[in-house]
């Protein structure tokens, strides 16, 4: 689920080792090179975390992020 919070899209994201996440990593990295909207994000081992937020519109939560986020969820199903 994602959290708006501080103008920014958040969520966390857990897989079972270092391989899936940067599998996912992968993913969200060519989904976001389409859209040319790109996360600010955080890998540790397993663990991945994404903030979204739209720089060009002074760093608040758009549709842009909105429709980024809909299409890293739908990687997970």
């Known amino acids: 689920m994602w959290n708006e919070s501080g103008n920014k899209l958040h969520r966390h994201f857990e897989f079972g ?3 899936e996440a940067w599998g996912f990593m992968t993913r969200v990295a060519l989904l976001a090179e389409k859209m040319d909207h790109h996360p600010e994000w955080t890998n540790v081992y397993n663990k991945v975390d994404i903030w979204l937020s739209s720089h060009d519109a002074g760093n608040i939560v758009t549709e842009k992020d909105r429709k980024l986020a809909a299409k890293i969820d ?3 199903k």
Do not use: Q, R, Y
């Open 17 to 19: 080792n270092f391989t």
């Open 74 to 76: 739908e990687l997970l």
